[in-house]
């Protein structure tokens, strides 16, 4: 638990440091955007032939966001993508007429090695997803498509396979948000996975939330080679995965910092759903050669820095 509370306070301090830097150059982009939702006039003057002009016009508008997430760790579906090292994970993402687009990426500042070799900070994966929204009264669909440009894990090593997943999203607008997620990977492993999530924020006024979010997986394998079921000492057996998988809680404090720029602080907890899972996860971990000896859950945290357009 020690090395977990280092580790997250360790990339709390280097993203405050990050979002100390001057703002000047935000503040000149932002007076050159056309007004934002608390700046726009009042519509109830507005007759019935200029509201559908003003809503054409919010539709055509392009929107997106870029963000900068310092963290303690890089936990993916419950696999653990880094150890003992602070990441730094960019993204953009750009909004229009439903279509979305997103760029992620992952840099690790100090890769693993199990002989503990000393590495440079190594950029190990670069992601891009496609998607559209559309809302049917609380329901809202979103289709799309995801492509994973996997790195080396270190300078010099041996990239794993790319992976293209294509993906559905179910939301309702309702109490607790819930979404449901289905992920089908289309090239090298082949799965389903299944995603169900709850969140809910509480605004204390207009510049501090706390947004509480949990999520509970199901994975299921079509392919023993690349999603196997593993005995209780993290063995694969010669079965195919067909579980629930990893579970996430995650408690965050939006603090908006100024107009479209914010910082908000995150701590997750990531466990398995079930044996299967717990056997599945500590193989894909990275601690020690032993795989029965290596953890299942993860406790990490940082902070994101988040710019809105």
Known sequence: MKNHMKKIMTAVIISLMIAAIPVTSWAEVEEQKPAGPEQKPAVQQSTPEQKPVEQTQAED?????????????YIWRGYEQSR????????????????????????????????????????TETDYTISYSKKFGILQVTPGYIYYGLGAPYAGGTAPLDSQELFLTLGLDTILQPTLTAYKEIDHYRQWYFLLGVSHTIEFNKIV????????????ST?????????????ATTDKYNNFHDGTVTVSLPIAVYKTLSVTPTISYVFPLCDDARYEMRYYGKRGTNPSDRDSSYLYGGVTLSYTF
């Open 223 to 235: 392919d023993e080679t690349t999603y196997a079921k593993y005995n209780s000492d993290s063995v």
């Open 61 to 73: 508008k392009v929107t997106g966001e870029i963000d900068l997430s310092v963290l303690s760790a």
């Open 209 to 220: 939330s706390l947004k509480l979010a949990a999520s509970a997986s199901y994975l299921l």
């Open 84 to 123: 003992d090292s602070v990441v730094i994970q960019p993204a953009v993402t750009v909004n229009y007429k439903g279509f979305s687009l997103n760029v992620w990426g992952n840099l690790d500042t100090r890769p693993y090695s199990v002989a503990d070799a000393k590495y440079a900070a190594n950029y």
